[in-house]
């Protein structure tokens, strides 16, 4: 399967880039640095693509707060990685951190 995001209606969808992640893991959207374009309604689209069926989400609301106040996150890394990971000679293989906090 493969994930994606679209963002206030179809077809925008989110492009990945230095402050935007897509899990394929997971499936999970990763903001940083969240700014006002990021405001709206995110559908994640999830796709099979062996036979091409489409399941969309739940419309999730991102809003930004205007009192002021920030949340205060202690550091940590987030890591699922198995214990082992086996892998073909010459094939690609993925392993997903995040660091979250200040």
């Not at 935007?20 to 997971?26: A, D, G, L």
Request: charged residues 20%; aromatic residues 10%; contains cysteine.
């Amino acid at each position: 399967i493969i994930y994606s995001w679209v963002i206030n209606e179809f077809p925008s969808f989110v492009a990945e880039d230095s402050r935007r992640f897509i899990s394929q893991e997971t499936g999970n959207l990763y903001i940083s640095k969240v700014q006002t374009s990021d405001v709206g309604s995110y559908i994640c689209l999830v796709k099979n693509t062996v036979t091409n069926a489409r399941v969309l989400s739940p419309p999730t609301p991102l809003t930004l707060r205007n009192d002021g106040v920030m949340g205060e996150y202690e550091p940590k890394i987030e890591v699922h990685f198995p214990y082992t990971v086996t892998a073909a000679r010459g094939t690609t293989v993925k392993m997903e951190c995040f660091a979250l906090g200040k």
